[in-house]
């Protein structure tokens, strides 16, 4: 872009109020600014190393959830960042130039994490994610991984399967999050392939990663 006249820099001058957003692997400054990634490489080096999460052992490699979860992540950091800029610029009629670097916005997924080791020492690993995610449930034709079971998604799965002691220890807060769903789900998981689990379990509004 500075080779042809349109980086932030040059264009500024012509309009004070631009706002011009970078999105990239790793940022435009720091040592990794030059190097090219897929998303395979910018989700491992910012999120993958805690996926799939309750992995029974660290015997094989780290998984990327399907999709693009990485791309995802990157392009909501930008349009959250960009609105944050917009409204700046409705208060000082100035723009600004947003840096996105896709590996700080997965680490940022992984705020609570990232962060706990430099202040406790702690390493976490996929062997054990504590949070409101079910783990691995194993189908006919492969795997789906419960994302995210808290609230009214535990609530609703726990009805769905009709787990009505579990849904009492919900509702008086003993249990908390999803950790022991997963092996109430493997049964019934072992009957289906990925696919109908998935939209079943979607039209209950609780959500997976296949």
């Not at 980086?7 to 001058?13: E, M, Q, V």
């Not at 998984?63 to 990485?70: A, D, N, Q, R, S």
């Not at 909501?76 to 609105?83: K, N, P, Y």
């Not at 992984?110 to 994610?129: D, E, H, I, M, W």
Request: proline fraction near 4%.
């Amino acid at each position: 872009m500075r080779s042809l006249g349109l980086d932030y820099d040059s264009l500024r001058g012509i309009n004070p109020g631009l706002i011009q957003t970078s999105i990239t692997p790793f940022g435009q400054t720091g040592s990794y600014r030059d190097y090219k990634a897929y998303h395979l490489n910018t989700y491992h080096s910012g999120l993958g190393y805690v996926t799939p999460g309750n992995a029974p052992s660290l015997d094989k490699e780290p998984l990327k959830t399907g999709g693009f979860v990485g791309e995802y992540a990157a392009g909501l950091t930008a349009a959250v960042a960009i609105m944050a800029a917009l409204y700046w610029k409705g208060k000082t009629g100035r723009g600004q130039f947003i840096d996105i670097s896709k590996q700080e916005a997965l680490i940022n997924l992984q705020r609570v994490r990232a962060v706990t080791y430099p202040n406790s020492g702690k390493v976490f690993t996929r062997l054990a994610v504590v949070s409101g995610t079910g783990g691995l449930i194993e189908c006919k034709d492969g795997y789906v991984f419960i994302a995210s079971i808290m609230g009214r998604s535990l609530v609703n799965v726990i009805l769905i399967f009709g787990l009505t002691v579990l849904l009492m220890l919900v509702l008086s807060g003993i249990v908390k999050h999803a950790g022991l769903i997963a092996p109430l789900l493997i049964p019934f998981g072992a009957l289906m392939i990925r696919w109908l689990l998935l939209h079943f379990l979607y039209r209950h509004r609780v959500f997976l990663k296949v």
